[in-house]
């Protein structure tokens, strides 16, 4: 089951044509998979804190409506995968109320050290994935 | 040949690992579509003043390596192609000095008019398009 | 009593210091006032559908301690004062846990028509300021 | 005199109303010390690297007209006073074509090291801004 977090868009957020600016689905994004970690027990500041960090690799979007100011969003987001040195998460961008498909996309990302070097996943987010599969 | 268009880096696009955050190579990729397009002598406020919006329909970025802080940056904007109904602009991203590819990804629109209705491409589009090609 | 909402700090808020970076603080004001109106029954969005806006005329924040990734932040927003023909919000931005003042200050805002023509304060926004004062 | 850098406004910078948002300002803020300082021959990063950080402690904006999509904006920045332990810009936003005076501000930095302890401004800044108080 994807989890869901919940978001209000504000004028900041948005462009001249009244809608939510393209690049800004990507902070829903991170919203999303920010929260979605710490749901399951895993925060990226305690992940940096060991000295692994998991920067974006390759993102895409495809927009299919326009949040607009004002507008509740819901982010859903699930992992699509994790392998030995990836770890990717698919997003649905919904309006809450008319319920409504705004956007869909993905991030892939690496694991690293602070030098940049790719390591493999944390055991932690290893276990914490698998008990998430188990469940499912 | 790609159009290049430059940008300085702030710490205002930069986020806690001292990179340039990734939904921000999208606000780069808008520069480069808009000073490219101006360079052929077309504006996108010119395009809209006509009642022809082209929104980002799907956007893509591979990120290969960091802008940081302070970094001039080159932003290369290719016309992937130009179909009835879309477009696609390819992008890649480098940092100056030391030259080094940074990102690249794409942009595709779609042509609609203010209600949202999908267009064809406008004739002076198609005509700078050609125009291009032939240059080439 | 101030009003207050809650917004929890990501990656894209930050600069390279691994603080909030300091133009962001005035999208925390944004985000404080408006659910301040949603909460007295009156929206932006409401406001502006009878042709009336209320941009700011200006801006003030001292900033205090650093807003960090991750902190969970507490935004608290009272009318300082309501003119006729403007109105002034005041901001303070806390650290939720510990709790701990980050950051106050001020918009202050006109009401205009769409052609930027000044008006005096809509008459929703009189009578439900009034109600708040009669209350406090 | 003022140093001045210019700034071509994109979507991404502009809210609903067709306007620059608010915060962006800032923004603009950044961009005219960091050019005014590498005019003269000091960066930000060159003074980051040597344990001193100058952190925004107050910011104030006044708003009089608007920056629109596609505006090619002058950023003015001047040096209010440098202090034993602060230093004030001063920055004048104008619209270049036809030229007209949009957002006024000022912005107040301490100086501190890596823990945010408050230290005296760094001998290479004094010395350069002597010097253009000099020539001035």
Do not use: W
């Not at 895993?42 to 960090?53: E, K, N, P, W």
């Not at 507008?71 to 040195?85: G, N, P, S």
């Amino acid at each position: 089951m994807p989890h869901t977090t919940e978001y209000r868009v504000i004028y900041g957020d948005c462009d001249p044509f009244d809608v939510v600016y393209y690049a800004n689905y990507l902070d829903f994004f991170e919203r999303g998979r920010t929260e979605f970690f710490r749901d399951i027990g895993l925060t990226y500041r305690l992940i940096s804190d060991t000295g692994v960090f998991s920067p974006v690799a390759e993102t895409n979007c495809k927009y299919k409506s326009s949040a607009r100011y004002d507008d509740l969003i819901v982010i859903e987001t699930t992992i699509a995968y994790l392998k030995r040195v990836k770890i990717r998460f698919d997003y649905k961008i919904y309006r809450k109320e008319p319920r409504k498909l705004l956007a869909e996309g993905y991030t892939v990302h690496a694991f690293v050290n602070c030098e940049g070097k790719i390591l493999p996943a944390p055991q932690e987010v290893i276990e914490k994935v698998k008990e998430l599969l188990c469940e499912a």
